[in-house]
């Protein structure tokens, strides 16, 4: 099996480094052939070839079994918007070109995290959501551009029918393998694209008799992830909308540096933490690599059918932090200060 | 002075009822001739002309010092994406009719209600943020519409220089009154439209030395709003940026039914929680009215200039608290029985 490394910037590197061991460790221990090859993307890439993702790397990507991506970002951009070439250009049409249209956020809570987190432990206890973002389309991938002499600027929030139709499938089926509630997520009171989404998922949901559908503004479900996370099971919301409530949603895990995702579609699969390349703690050892060790585990489980392989990871995480072991992240109080690690240790 | 009384759908009308009857108290308190008159909008107005914002309504509203409005929206639309007149509608014309491009929510929390929100009280504690949504511009009044037969939806997002620019003027202006930091909530590592607004609230940045400024994406504002909400003073930002976060952020006051907001232009001002219609409290005499009370009391400070008569309204909301009692959104295991109330006693 050939897995490429796509690092990235920032904290990337670093936790995506701690991804690759664990499954180093994987094959080891359960006699699997994995073979690696690395590949650029984003500031890094810009940097080295003037593009933000060279053809070659887009080639390996397309020949191998899996992906395991970092983060990429520079606030070398941030702070300067009219940049032309910019790191999230090379993310962005990776997932276009990999046809990379489901991105899956399981948001789930350790028990021993469950004081970590802003919210209140009674109200997060038991909390477990499956996010479906659409990755391939809305204002991320419409027409963009200025008028009025640049005094003007627009971008295209756009769906057709037949991408809402294969995540919110994938959406219901995952239902029927948990709780069998799907919420769909729009502002179908505003937008004509959330009308179409509401449309399409409402003749989605008809073929699913055994899941309960539920459809609910952005705005609302902005408020509801904190005010009852427990009253969610799987999510399905377009690009940008997932984008923001995904994020929000991390805070039910107790830290962002938690959060694995896996973005599917028709062949490779990509595996990434949900948080960025944190430039502020970048190099520092610091970080924390569980999001791309438990994305490891995502991989091993998704694209190579691994579920023992996959859960042992898990499980190794949670013993890690049964033992006391934290990243500052995640740290609270009651952790022994020699307990504070981070990627260094495992780098 | 004259106020036009805006009831909308569902609790909408429960709710202004209470706002009217604290203004009502106030002109008598303090001798002041306050002389109301009803306009419709919504559903309601649908039902009664087909228009869900009548030339009458409009009218009136154009001629008045002040308007206190409820709330509109209703199921039946939500359910029938296809609906071709709906009552947001009239909500979005209004605001483009009057001018209203500046839509203010203070989020702060009655000490009263440190137990009832979800996030941890210590979280919580000292948490007090302005928002300055933007209201008149992005996608909510960009071109939409449908092609490819129907299957393909799309809307767009956009924004100039000068709507921008008035929106940052009056966050600035309010953080040189307040903590001196204002944060700007964009998308500008995708959008073009956010790179035009981050490049315009940096211009006006520099004509506020003394003003702390902070550009955040809007998924890590969401995030970071839970995390840490003492991190933010002034939040200025476009309108669904606005209208998500705000929501959330709701969760902060310990509740929706807490919120008010002051929708601001160049000409008159108009008032509203920032709760919905809520059909599912409906006529129960349950709703919660601080919202709607609270909304008085920035109309009488900011329209009017009395902040005496504000002040007096908001420690009467304190007291009220204080007393213990509570509606059922806001209370919780220690609430007695009896002090469990509604609209109902008001109105
Ligand atoms: C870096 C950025 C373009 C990206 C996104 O908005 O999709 C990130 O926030 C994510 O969620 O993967
Ligand atoms: C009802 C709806 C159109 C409205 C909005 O999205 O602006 C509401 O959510 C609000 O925040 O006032």
């Known amino acids: 099996k050939k897995i490429v490394i796509l690092p990235g910037d920032g904290i990337g590197k670093e936790v995506t480094a701690c991804g690759k061991k664990v499954l180093e460790q994987v094959a080891e221990c359960f006699g699997h052939q994995f073979v690696f090859d690395y590949a650029t993307i984003g500031h890094e890439a810009i940097e080295a070839t003037g593009s933000p993702l060279p053809d070659t790397s887009l080639e390996k990507m397309k020949n191998c079994d899996a992906i395991l991506f970092g983060a990429v970002g520079h606030p070398k951009y941030d702070n300067d918007p009219s940049a032309k070439v910019r790191p999230e250009q090379g993310l962005l049409k990776m997932r276009k070109e990999l046809g990379l249209y489901a991105n899956l956020r399981p948001i789930k809570l350790f028990d021993e995290l469950l004081e970590a987190s802003s919210i209140k432990p009674e109200i997060l206890k038991g909390a477990d959501i499956l996010f479906f973002r659409e990755l391939t389309g809305d204002v991320y ?8 002499e640049g005094k003007t600027a627009y971008d295209t929030m756009i769906y057709s029918r037949y991408e809402v139709e294969r995540i919110a ?11 069998k509630k799907v ?26 008799p055994d899941v309960e559908v539920e459809h609910m503004f952005v705005d609302a479900a902005a408020m509801k992830l904190i005010q009852n996370p427990r009253g ?3 999510v399905v919301t377009g690009n940008l909308f997932g984008d923001i409530l995904t ?8 830290s962002m540096g938690m959060l694995a995702s896996a973005s599917i ?3 490779v699969g990509l595996y990434e933490p949900i948080h960025g390349s944190a430039h502020d703690i970048t190099g520092k050892g610091i970080a924390n690599p569980l999001a791309s060790i438990l994305s490891a585990a995502l991989l091993l489980d998704i694209s190579f059918g691994l579920k023992e392989e996959s859960e042992a990871v898990i499980k190794a995480v949670e ?11 995640i740290a609270d109080a009651n952790t022994a200060h020699e307990k504070i690690l981070g990627t260094e240790v495992m780098g």
Request: proline letters at 0%; hydrophobic letters at 30%.
């Open 319 to 329: 013993k890690t932090l049964r033992e006391g072991y934290r990243t500052r992240d």
């Open 141 to 148: 991938f419409g027409e963009r551009g200025r008028k009025d």
């Open 232 to 234: 969610f099971d799987v």
């Open 183 to 208: 919420t769909s997520v729009d502002k179908a009171n505003v937008l004509e694209s959330s009308r179409l989404w509401r449309e399409v998922v409402q003749d989605v949901a008809r073929q699913y």
């Open 247 to 254: 994020d929000e949603a991390s805070q039910i895990a107790g």
């Open 265 to 267: 579609g028709d062949t």
């Open 169 to 179: 499938h994938k959406a219901f089926k995952a239902a029927l393998t948990r709780g």
